[in-house]
């Protein structure tokens, strides 16, 4: 089970964003949870944006 305050910490993420994930998922808490290890994932992989002069 995935706590708000986790995905807030982990995700570095605001409520709003909270929000929308809950929503996306209708109160599922599993489709929650998938999405949750998905856009955590992600963030390790993606490659920051970098500023080029």
């Known amino acids: 089970m995935v706590t708000i305050d ?4 982990n995700l570095e993420c605001s409520d709003v ?7 996306w998922a209708n109160g599922d808490e ?8 998905f856009k955590l994932a992600e963030r390790q992989i993606r490659p920051a944006i970098q500023e080029v002069r």
């Open 6 to 9: 986790e995905i807030k910490q």
């Open 30 to 37: 599993n489709k929650l949870e998938s999405l949750y290890y």
């Open 17 to 23: 964003y909270i929000q929308k994930m809950i929503e």
